[in-house]
């Protein structure tokens, strides 16, 4: 009890985002020493280290509305590595702070639906859970560039493994892991050789310190960095053509970690690019902004058509991702901060959407062992409740009015529209890629209603379904959360962007300033 006391009371605590991001490892190690028969003690052991974390978030928020501003809050500040200048420093702003909240409300939400469709390896399952979890937090906390650089690599063991060990088909799932392994490790390694030229460069490893210290490099090494920290995070989002990776990765892996990846990891991408390659390179960034919107809007559209063309559920949703992180980088590039503050919103409620159309694919997957749609249809009659909240996901991912999906597309189509303040881009491209974005809106609904029709209506033909059981109250518990945060930011999301504006604004004028000076300085040379 003295421990529990210890890590929920974190506000008197010096350190508290470290307690926050190693309290899942500490929960990991506990594992280690319970026998892996003992199934029932090690699910419940994993629940417990992730719900505590999740309590023990929750102050942030709150500490950090009292920092306020556009700097960051919570700061940790040790030396690590002195003599290569590498310190220990964590802290949070308005750009990290809702996907720390994400990646801990996430976590015991997976490991409460884990419990009853992991029935293999169950120790190994829940140790790489929360070593995953550890790295997603890590990520997100850290303000020393090599720091961040050890928790991102973190995660690519522990996601390798759920894909390869607890996927699906075992061909499929050792090529899907495989493929994983190879895109990301690639790109990181890339952006890594990048990392150390520009702390090299610039003296330090401080994030904070950064964006002003790389302005002294030329242009040549401006662009090249750019496209290493780009690759990597483009790779991670995925944004096309990198994304090939990501559907057989979504359908293979254990519903736990499509999850994860979709809710959590797929926004470690968008992140990168809105924390380090913007405000690091804003040079290229802004020069290259209209090439990658238009990646970013044939990835919405190209995702959008292969969703409608699939006829596995699982895989129509993760092409769905695809589609949606288009729309995200679509308003991080855009420059203009109706579009920036929509992207960041939709970093949440992607994850909060499509993480719960992932939890009710694995429910139905358990009872059927099937997500083919000819498999299915009539399911409503026999699963009423079931229905009802596939039914609330599908409307958030398509963006009605009144849930989480419509205000953070909305805003990055109106941000898009009006196009880049001061005429970097003018009204006609922005108008242009908002009106090719918006088909997307449109095919989603049709791809996400459609599939929903052939599942859900019609008469019941296959004889399996017509005693399915309906969702039981472990499954009602887990889904019910995330379904009140869809309908609580949908109708009321002044709370999130009134925190994420200033860091926003800081980093969108910050970099275009930037930008604009190194422009002219070279137009006069």
């Known amino acids: 009890m003295e421990f529990l006391s210890a890590a929920i009371d974190v506000t008197n605590l010096r350190y508290h985002l470290s307690v926050v991001t190693f309290l899942p490892l500490v929960g990991a190690l506990f594992l280690t020493f319970i026998h892996r028969k003992r199934e029932r003690e090690l699910k419940a052991t994993a629940f417990f280290f992730s719900l505590i974390t999740f309590v023990a978030s929750l102050p942030i928020l ?10 960051f809050s919570l700061v940790e500040e040790v030396a690590w590595i002195p003599a290569f200048n590498i310190k220990y420093i964590m802290g949070v702003d308005g750009i990290s702070v809702f996907l720390v909240l994400l990646t801990t409300f996430l976590s015991p939400i997976v490991m409460l639906s884990s419990t009853s469709n992991v029935h293999h390896k169950v120790k190994e399952y829940f140790i790489a859970m929360l ?19 050890v928790f991102f690599e973190l995660m690519l063991i522990p996601m390798y493994l759920l894909i390869g060990v607890w996927g699906s088909d075992e061909i499929e799932r050792r090529e899907a892991a495989l493929k994983f392994f190879v895109y990301t490790l690639v790109g990181s390694l890339l952006m890594f050789l990048a990392v150390l030229y520009v702390a090299h460069e ?52 254990p519903t736990g970690g499509s999850v994860v990846l979709a809710g959590v990891m797929l926004k470690l991408g968008t992140y990168g690019m809105l924390r380090f390659a913007i405000p690091f390179f804003p040079e290229p960034a802004v020069a290259l902004s209209g090439a990658i919107s238009v990646l970013a809007v044939i990835g919405i559209i190209y995702g959008s ?9 699982k895989k ?3 092409y769905s991702s695809v589609a949606h992180m288009g729309f995200i980088v679509l308003g991080l590039f855009s420059f203009n901060l109706i579009a920036v503050q929509g992207a960041l919103l939709q970093n949440i409620n992607h994850g909060l959407s499509t993480g719960l159309l992932f939890l009710l694919v694995g429910v139905i997957y358990e009872r059927r062992h099937t997500r083919i749609f000819a498999e299915f249809g009539g399911i409503a009659k026999v699963m009423p409740k079931f229905a009802v909240l596939f039914m609330i996901a599908t409307l958030s ?37 908002a009106v090719f974005a918006a088909s997307g809106v449109v095919l989603g609904a049709v791809y996400m209603l459609w599939g929903y029709q052939r599942v859900f ?9 017509k005693n399915l059981r309906d969702v039981t109250p472990l499954e009602m518990s887990f889904a019910l959360p995330v379904v009140v945060l869809i309908f609580f930011i949908g109708l009321n999301p002044t709370p999130l962007l009134t925190r994420t504006e200033p860091a926003v604004k800081a980093t969108i004028e910050n970099a275009r300033a930037s930008a604009a000076q190194r422009m002219e300085a070279v137009a006069h040379k």
């Open 62 to 71: 709150f500490e950090f509305q009292s920092g306020g501003g556009a700097g």
């Open 131 to 149: 070593v995953l979890q550890t790295g997603l937090i890590g990520s997100f906390c850290a303000l020393d560039l090599f720091l961040f650089y």
């Open 397 to 433: 991912s398509i963006g009605l009015p009144g849930t989480n999906g419509f205000v953070g597309e909305f805003l990055i189509l109106l941000g898009t529209f009006g196009g880049m303040p001061n005429g970097d881009w003018t009204w006609t491209t922005g108008s242009t890629l």
């Open 305 to 313: 058509m292969m969703a409608l063309a699939q006829d596995d559920l």
């Open 202 to 253: 610039a003296g330090t490893f401080d994030i904070r310190l950064l964006p002003e210290a790389c302005r002294n490099l030329s242009s040549t090494a401006q662009y090249v960095c750019f496209g290493a920290f780009m690759l990597s995070f483009a790779i991670k989002t995925p944004v096309f053509p990198f994304h090939t990776w990501l559907p057989q990765a979504h359908t293979e892996a």
């Open 316 to 318: 129509m949703i993760a």
């Open 457 to 465: 209506f019609g008469e019941i033909t296959v004889k399996e379904n």
